[in-house]
Protein backbone atom coordinates (compact mmCIF):
# COMPACT_ATOMS: atom_id res chain seq x y z
CA UNK A 1 0.00 0.00 0.00
CA UNK A 2 2.59 2.18 0.39
CA UNK A 3 4.34 2.01 -2.76
CA UNK A 4 0.86 2.77 -4.42
CA UNK A 5 1.14 6.23 -1.99
CA UNK A 6 4.88 6.80 -3.60
CA UNK A 7 3.56 6.08 -6.98
CA UNK A 8 0.82 8.32 -6.49
CA UNK A 9 3.26 11.04 -5.26
CA UNK A 10 5.39 10.75 -8.09
CA UNK A 11 2.25 10.97 -10.52
CA UNK A 12 1.15 14.23 -8.17
CA UNK A 13 4.16 15.67 -8.51
CA UNK A 14 5.06 15.26 -12.52
CA UNK A 15 1.20 15.69 -13.95
CA UNK A 16 -1.13 17.42 -11.42
CA UNK A 17 1.93 19.94 -9.95
CA UNK A 18 3.45 20.34 -13.55
CA UNK A 19 -0.02 21.43 -14.73
CA UNK A 20 -1.08 23.65 -11.45
CA UNK A 21 2.00 25.26 -10.87
CA UNK A 22 1.00 28.89 -10.84
CA UNK A 23 -1.63 28.19 -8.29
CA UNK A 24 0.59 26.21 -5.81
CA UNK A 25 3.17 28.98 -6.09
CA UNK A 26 0.24 31.79 -5.05
CA UNK A 27 -0.35 29.12 -1.85
CA UNK A 28 2.80 28.55 -1.01
CA UNK A 29 2.24 32.80 -0.34
CA UNK A 30 -0.26 32.24 2.32
CA UNK A 31 -4.04 30.65 2.35
CA UNK A 32 -7.29 32.51 1.92
CA UNK A 33 -10.18 29.79 2.58
CA UNK A 34 -13.72 31.25 3.22
CA UNK A 35 -14.93 27.43 4.64
CA UNK A 36 -14.32 25.42 7.56
CA UNK A 37 -15.45 22.05 6.46
CA UNK A 38 -15.95 19.74 9.85
CA UNK A 39 -16.39 16.67 8.44
CA UNK A 40 -15.34 12.69 9.26
CA UNK A 41 -12.16 10.82 9.33
CA UNK A 42 -13.79 8.07 7.19
CA UNK A 43 -11.81 7.43 4.41
CA UNK A 44 -14.82 7.40 1.83
CA UNK A 45 -15.35 11.25 2.60
CA UNK A 46 -13.44 13.64 0.37
CA UNK A 47 -14.17 17.39 0.89
CA UNK A 48 -12.75 18.87 -1.70
CA UNK A 49 -14.10 15.91 -4.27
CA UNK A 50 -17.81 16.14 -3.04
CA UNK A 51 -17.39 19.86 -3.17
CA UNK A 52 -15.39 20.22 -6.46
CA UNK A 53 -12.99 23.03 -5.29
CA UNK A 54 -9.06 23.05 -5.25
CA UNK A 55 -6.44 23.38 -2.85
CA UNK A 56 -6.73 26.48 -0.40
CA UNK A 57 -10.74 26.58 -0.84
CA UNK A 58 -11.23 24.68 2.30
CA UNK A 59 -10.24 24.91 6.28
CA UNK A 60 -10.86 21.35 7.03
CA UNK A 61 -11.10 19.34 10.54
CA UNK A 62 -11.59 15.69 10.88
CA UNK A 63 -12.21 13.26 13.45
CA UNK A 64 -14.35 10.21 14.18
CA UNK A 65 -17.75 11.30 13.87
CA UNK A 66 -17.38 14.67 13.08
CA UNK A 67 -18.09 15.92 16.50
CA UNK A 68 -16.91 19.42 17.58
CA UNK A 69 -16.97 19.31 21.69
CA UNK A 70 -18.81 22.34 23.38
CA UNK A 71 -16.21 24.83 24.26
CA UNK A 72 -14.52 24.01 27.80
CA UNK A 73 -14.78 20.24 27.39
CA UNK A 74 -11.10 19.49 25.91
CA UNK A 75 -8.42 21.37 24.99
CA UNK A 76 -8.05 19.63 22.13
CA UNK A 77 -7.20 20.24 18.41
CA UNK A 78 -10.78 20.94 17.37
CA UNK A 79 -11.07 24.36 19.66
CA UNK A 80 -7.43 25.32 18.48
CA UNK A 81 -8.81 24.63 14.85
CA UNK A 82 -11.85 26.08 15.00
CA UNK A 83 -10.66 29.44 16.16
CA UNK A 84 -7.74 29.74 14.13
CA UNK A 85 -10.46 29.32 11.16
CA UNK A 86 -12.83 32.09 12.58
CA UNK A 87 -10.39 34.70 13.94
CA UNK A 88 -7.28 33.96 12.01
CA UNK A 89 -8.88 32.99 8.32
CA UNK A 90 -12.09 35.05 9.17
CA UNK A 91 -13.56 32.27 7.27
CA UNK A 92 -17.44 33.16 6.38
CA UNK A 93 -18.74 29.61 6.80
CA UNK A 94 -18.80 26.41 8.47
CA UNK A 95 -20.21 23.29 7.25
CA UNK A 96 -20.19 20.10 9.59
CA UNK A 97 -21.07 17.24 6.90
CA UNK A 98 -22.27 14.08 8.42
CA UNK A 99 -22.26 10.77 5.69
CA UNK A 100 -24.54 8.26 5.78
CA UNK A 101 -22.98 4.64 7.21
CA UNK A 102 -21.15 6.51 9.84
CA UNK A 103 -19.08 4.12 12.26
CA UNK A 104 -18.83 6.48 14.95
CA UNK A 105 -22.55 6.55 15.33
CA UNK A 106 -22.98 2.72 15.05
CA UNK A 107 -20.69 3.27 18.27
CA UNK A 108 -22.87 5.92 19.66
CA UNK A 109 -26.02 3.77 19.55
CA UNK A 110 -24.29 0.47 20.20
CA UNK A 111 -21.37 0.99 23.12
CA UNK A 112 -20.78 -2.45 22.53
CA UNK A 113 -19.05 -2.41 19.14
CA UNK A 114 -16.47 0.32 20.82
CA UNK A 115 -15.79 -1.86 24.29
CA UNK A 116 -12.67 -2.86 23.13
CA UNK A 117 -11.87 0.74 21.80
CA UNK A 118 -12.07 2.84 25.42
CA UNK A 119 -10.58 6.09 23.44
CA UNK A 120 -13.41 5.66 21.15
CA UNK A 121 -15.72 5.18 23.68
CA UNK A 122 -14.35 8.28 25.64
CA UNK A 123 -14.26 10.40 22.08
CA UNK A 124 -18.24 9.81 21.78
CA UNK A 125 -19.01 11.21 24.84
CA UNK A 126 -19.35 14.56 23.08
CA UNK A 127 -21.93 12.95 21.77
CA UNK A 128 -24.14 12.45 24.30
CA UNK A 129 -26.43 15.10 23.44
CA UNK A 130 -27.10 12.94 20.41
CA UNK A 131 -27.56 9.99 22.21
CA UNK A 132 -30.32 11.38 24.82
CA UNK A 133 -32.17 12.95 21.61
CA UNK A 134 -32.28 9.66 19.74
CA UNK A 135 -33.27 7.34 23.19
CA UNK A 136 -35.79 9.95 24.10
CA UNK A 137 -37.35 10.65 20.02
CA UNK A 138 -36.77 8.20 17.69
CA UNK A 139 -37.55 5.12 20.18
CA UNK A 140 -40.37 3.70 17.01
CA UNK A 141 -37.16 3.36 14.56
CA UNK A 142 -34.53 0.70 14.29
CA UNK A 143 -31.79 -0.60 12.27
CA UNK A 144 -30.46 1.64 9.52
CA UNK A 145 -33.32 4.66 10.05
CA UNK A 146 -32.08 4.62 13.59
CA UNK A 147 -28.79 5.45 12.39
CA UNK A 148 -30.03 8.00 9.81
CA UNK A 149 -31.58 9.50 12.43
CA UNK A 150 -28.36 9.83 14.52
CA UNK A 151 -26.38 10.68 11.96
CA UNK A 152 -28.74 14.01 10.99
CA UNK A 153 -29.54 14.88 14.62
CA UNK A 154 -25.20 14.63 15.69
CA UNK A 155 -25.01 17.19 12.81
CA UNK A 156 -27.29 19.74 13.95
CA UNK A 157 -26.19 19.16 17.31
CA UNK A 158 -22.36 19.82 16.61
CA UNK A 159 -23.61 23.31 15.43
CA UNK A 160 -25.33 23.98 19.12
CA UNK A 161 -21.88 22.83 20.08
CA UNK A 162 -20.02 25.49 17.58
CA UNK A 163 -21.68 28.29 19.24
CA UNK A 164 -20.73 28.06 22.42
CA UNK A 165 -16.89 28.77 20.86
CA UNK A 166 -16.45 32.35 21.96
CA UNK A 167 -15.06 33.04 18.24
CA UNK A 168 -18.23 31.80 16.59
CA UNK A 169 -20.44 33.42 18.57
CA UNK A 170 -18.79 36.94 18.04
CA UNK A 171 -18.54 36.00 14.12
CA UNK A 172 -22.55 34.93 14.39
CA UNK A 173 -23.65 38.32 16.30
CA UNK A 174 -21.68 40.44 13.81
CA UNK A 175 -23.22 38.82 10.69
CA UNK A 176 -20.04 37.45 9.86
CA UNK A 177 -20.57 34.26 9.59
CA UNK A 178 -23.16 31.30 8.44
CA UNK A 179 -23.51 27.71 9.87
CA UNK A 180 -24.41 24.86 7.39
CA UNK A 181 -25.58 20.87 8.28
CA UNK A 182 -24.81 18.79 5.45
CA UNK A 183 -24.88 14.79 4.91
CA UNK A 184 -23.35 13.18 2.37
CA UNK A 185 -24.79 9.81 1.33
CA UNK A 186 -21.95 7.76 0.15
CA UNK A 187 -23.91 5.67 -2.13
CA UNK A 188 -26.03 8.09 -3.69
CA UNK A 189 -23.72 10.83 -4.25
CA UNK A 190 -25.92 13.39 -2.90
CA UNK A 191 -25.60 15.74 -0.32
CA UNK A 192 -28.35 17.26 2.13
CA UNK A 193 -28.66 20.12 3.34
CA UNK A 194 -30.98 21.18 6.68
CA UNK A 195 -33.33 23.64 5.36
CA UNK A 196 -34.58 26.20 8.50
CA UNK A 197 -37.74 27.08 6.79
CA UNK A 198 -38.34 23.56 6.21
CA UNK A 199 -36.79 22.12 9.39
CA UNK A 200 -35.72 19.43 7.68
CA UNK A 201 -32.75 17.83 5.21
CA UNK A 202 -33.05 18.58 1.81
CA UNK A 203 -31.15 17.92 -1.62
CA UNK A 204 -28.71 20.63 -1.49
CA UNK A 205 -30.22 21.30 -5.00
CA UNK A 206 -33.03 22.20 -4.12
CA UNK A 207 -32.35 24.85 -1.39
CA UNK A 208 -32.10 28.94 -1.94
CA UNK A 209 -27.82 29.15 -2.33
CA UNK A 210 -28.08 31.40 1.17
CA UNK A 211 -29.92 28.73 3.12
CA UNK A 212 -28.46 28.26 6.70
CA UNK A 213 -29.50 26.82 9.94
CA UNK A 214 -30.62 29.49 12.30
CA UNK A 215 -29.66 30.14 15.42
CA UNK A 216 -32.91 28.49 17.25
CA UNK A 217 -32.59 24.83 18.14
CA UNK A 218 -33.10 22.89 14.73
CA UNK A 219 -33.42 19.87 16.25
CA UNK A 220 -36.62 20.61 18.24
CA UNK A 221 -38.56 20.10 15.35
CA UNK A 222 -36.64 17.60 13.19
CA UNK A 223 -38.45 14.31 14.72
CA UNK A 224 -41.47 16.17 13.89
CA UNK A 225 -41.02 15.73 10.48
CA UNK A 226 -39.11 12.82 9.76
CA UNK A 227 -40.20 10.38 7.11
CA UNK A 228 -41.13 6.60 8.43
CA UNK A 229 -38.10 4.96 7.29
CA UNK A 230 -35.99 7.64 8.97
CA UNK A 231 -33.70 8.29 5.70
CA UNK A 232 -32.38 11.98 4.58
CA UNK A 233 -35.27 12.73 2.97
CA UNK A 234 -37.30 15.00 0.55
CA UNK A 235 -40.55 16.84 1.65
CA UNK A 236 -42.70 14.16 -0.02
CA UNK A 237 -45.96 16.92 0.55
CA UNK A 238 -44.51 18.78 -1.99
Known amino acids: MVQQLVAG ?3 FKHEVFRRQRELFERLSQGQEP ?7 SDSRIDPNLITHTAPGDLFVLRNAGNLVPAFGATNGGEVATIEFAVV ?7 VVCGHSHCGAMKGLLHPEYVAEMPTVAEWLKHAEAT ?4 RSKYRHLAGEALLDAAIEENVLMQLENLQTHPAVAVALSQDKLKLHAWIYDIASGEVFAFDDTAEQFQPLGDLRPESAVTLSNPSAHLADVRSGDGRFHRDESA
Open 9 to 11: VHR
Open 131 to 134: RRII
Open 34 to 40: RTLFVTC
Open 88 to 94: GLEVRDI
